[in-house]
């Protein structure tokens, strides 16, 4: 799903990527290409169409393009965005964003390597803690609320997500919350993710407030390893250290539940640059190497590892060798960029 903005230039560079990738480790990708975003609007009335929800369900993984459904037509930017909408229909409860920093990137923290696990089904978020409706309602015309939504069930669930992924990196979960001021809320997401943590002795744990934490992302963040956190907190905190790292254009991320994953780029749709062949691949092509690696993660594809590790090895000998966008610092294109990429996989 190309998507709007600048999508339907990175995820056609992405799908290259990938699928040079799978030749390498002797496997091929099957696509399939389905209507989505600004385009699927002009062509079935809806951003987000029926049969596009229909195929995803009998696909296991998904590579999405960003969405600018602010700028769609009135009637449809005020619904649940797209991607609100796949997240909702396939309960993809956990968003894994990772921020390092890469080789011949001007990162602002050359030390980070963080992996946050952010909640991605209710929390602070209004759009999708609700089964009907939205969270957020104006009983009057000069009052607005906003409801949050914290459950055993889903903290638990992205706690054993966070356990899991710590255990195959540093062995360190750090728990983030708010609960000296939501005490029930974020306090109650605190105390099950501390019991979860009794189930993976191996790992160290500790916690922090939010604000805290922001602070500590840019005094110490090599500090960190694995953060989880509910959905907002981990938007906020996952921008920060893709920051960080260097930039939201290699910002990847993943959207999964325990039997699906779609591959989504941490920033938007850029329109301001969209057509002009400058975007960043890099986040989308990040993104569907981790797709690649989570699928290998549950079935134990030797392979299909090996394809996303040649992704990621590509990628950092490309930004190594000063070969970056625009946003970077560099002058290569979107399509100079994806062809040394290409060029590396071809010859590792």
């Known amino acids: 799903m190309n998507g709007d ?16 990738a799978a030749a390498r480790a002797g496997i091929r990708i099957d696509w399939v290409e389905l209507p989505f975003g600004a385009r699927a609007i002009e062509s079935h009335g809806t951003p987000i169409p029926d049969e596009t929800l229909e195929a995803l369900s009998g696909l296991d993984l998904w590579v999405l393009g960003p969405h600018d459904s602010a700028a769609y037509p009135a009637g449809f930017a005020a619904d649940l965005t797209p991607g609100g909408v796949i997240r909702k229909r396939f309960d993809l409860f956990a968003n894994l964003r990772p921020a390092r920093a890469l080789p011949g990137v001007a990162a602002t923290a050359p030390g980070i390597d963080v992996l946050i696990a952010r909640e991605n089904s209710e929390g602070l978020y209004a759009d999708r803690n609700m089964a009907v409706g939205s969270g957020e309602f104006m009983p009057t015309p000069d009052v607005a609320l906003s409801v949050g939504v914290i459950t055993r069930a889903a903290t638990e669930r992205i706690a054993a997500e966070a356990f899991r992924a710590a255990r195959g990196r540093s062995g360190h979960v750090t728990i983030v919350h708010k609960a000296n001021v939501l005490r ?4 109650l997401f605190r105390d099950v993710c501390r019991e979860v943590a009794v189930r993976y002795p191996d790992v160290r744990v500790d916690d922090f407030h939010v604000d805290a934490m922001a602070a500590m992302l840019v005094r110490r963040p090599e500090q960190f390893d694995v953060v989880v956190t509910e959905n907002l907190f981990g938007d906020i905190l996952s921008d920060l250290a893709g920051e960080l790292a260097g930039s939201l254009g290699i910002a990847a991320s993943v959207n999964c539940s325990s039997s699906r994953a779609m591959a989504q780029a941490a920033h938007g749709a850029a329109p301001d640059i969209a057509g002009q062949g400058i975007a960043n691949p890099v986040a989308i092509i990040g993104s569907t190497a981790m797709l690649l690696r989570w699928y290998a993660d549950r079935t134990g594809r030797a392979d299909v590892r090996a394809a996303a590790d040649r992704i990621d090895t590509a990628v950092a000998t490309t930004l190594a060798a000063g070969v970056c966008t625009r946003d970077l610092g560099g002058v290569a294109t979107t399509a100079g960029f994806t062809e040394r990429v290409l060029a590396d996989i071809a010859t590792s």
Do not use: N
Request: glycine content about 16%; overall charge negative; cysteine-free.
């Open 5 to 20: 903005g600048i999508g339907p230039e990175i995820v056609p560079a992405a799908v290259a990527v990938a699928d040079a």
């Open 184 to 187: 029930l809320t974020t306090g």
